[in-house]
DNA sequence: TGGTTATTTCGAAGTTTATCTAAATAAAGT
DNA sequence: ACTTTATTTAGATAAACTTCGAAATAACCA
């Protein structure tokens, strides 16, 4: 849970996962819709998928990234109990 | 959302929340529950308060911490959207 | 093989964070 | 007034984090 909560608290990371919830994206097209160097955004990136966030694959030249839905239950769980 | 998501990035403070979701509870209290020291926990809950993720009041000598549910639902509502 | 494009890794700088002990504040009781 | 109890504030330190530019890696094409 540990590295989940962390990944969500930086509000680049938090903006990365509404842009995949549009749509599927690669590392520089998500670059693109930030100020920050590649290399932080990339940075970012792998932070979220340590933490199952997204996951990635290669296609071709590029890395399409992709939200993990599934990971998102955690945090929906603990603030759900939280409500009650 | 900045501060309400930092405020949950660290565990201690997401289990302080978890202790106030059993009960409202005074500050030495909360502390007898963590090997950390009364001054950490003091900042701890300042940075909860100022997230509104609690609220407390004085009561005689004690400081009485409470659960703010409401705060939650940002969070919720923010988890939920990239769910869909 | 060499060049271009896409992305990550490296190494460093500056900032923020969690933690501690010691001191300050505040309320209550003797 | 002094002491005890409860909590916070102050000041310091060490670890972690965000960011950068430059270099490395990997895939593709001519």
Redesign the pocket.
Known sequence: MDKLW??L?????RNILLLLHEKD???????DN??????????????L?EAHLVY?H????????SLNKTTLRDVSRFITLLMK
Chains 1, 2 share one sequence.
């Open positions: 962390s990944a608290s930086d509000s680049t990371r994206m690669n590392a520089g097209e998500i670059a930030f100020k920050i160097s590649k290399p932080s955004i990339s940075h970012h990136l792998s932070i998928r990635s290669k296609e071709g030249q590029t890395i399409i990234y």
